[in-house]
């Protein structure tokens, strides 16, 4: 682990963590944990054991990413953004509820793919996926999968529009958009796939 700077009241337990990554202030990354390079771990969050998190992932302050979650490459998620990994939680201390965590059933795993940001204060539930470059409103609450490039706001959250890889909206002209980088983008049967401009 080299040029890794760990802010001094931080606790990060785990040894796998990227080069270039910056954990701040009363983060805790639990062991088994895995944070990509030139990651960005804001104060006060928590990164529990079996989290899976890319590289040039921004997690800003207060988040907590529990086992069964993984973020790809490049995800943004805002402030006290929401996970979940149980669809049916109980207490696993409870002897009436303690069968159901003999093993790993119980886990949903839930995938935020390359590029997508996650706004302020969203809940994401258990066992969906967000989808390469989408945008997740603040206080948004997902309870099923967001394609890529989608813009979604709302509880449940709904699909209003679609954004570019920058972020930035997308104006489609019938079935085709581009976007500033000269990146086009085709719109067909609710789903947007791009072709990237290389010249």
């Not at 006060?44 to 590289?55: P, R, T």
């Not at 390469?132 to 099923?144: E, K, N, P, Q, S």
């Not at 709302?154 to 104006?171: E, H, K, S, T």
């Amino acid at each position: 682990m080299e040029n890794i700077y760990t802010h001094p009241t931080a606790l990060v337990e785990t040894d796998q963590i990227g080069e270039g990554t910056r954990v701040w202030a009363y983060a805790h990354i639990l062991k088994g944990a895995a944070v990509g390079a030139f990651c960005n771990i804001g104060d006060h969050c928590f990164i529990e054991s079996g989290a899976v998190v890319g590289s040039y992932v921004t997690i800003k302050n207060g988040n907590m990413i529990w086992e069964g979650v993984t973020l790809a490459d490049g995800v943004f998620v805002g402030p006290h953004v929401f996970f979940t990994n149980d669809l049916y939680p109980r207490s696993p201390r409870y002897p009436l509820a303690r069968g159901r965590y003999e093993d790993k059933s119980w886990l949903v795993p839930t995938h935020v793919q390359e590029g997508a940001s996650l706004g302020a204060a969203a809940v994401i539930r258990a066992g969906v996926t967000i989808g390469a470059f989408a945008l997740v409103g603040a206080g948004a609450v997902v309870t099923r999968d967001v394609p890529p490039h989608a813009l979604v706001v709302g509880n449940p959250a709904q699909i209003v529009g679609w954004v570019a890889m920058d972020g930035q909206p997308l104006r489609f002209e019938g079935e085709t958009a581009l976007d500033a980088q000269g990146n086009r983008y085709t719109l067909r049967s609710g789903r947007v796939t791009r072709e990237v401009n290389i010249a």
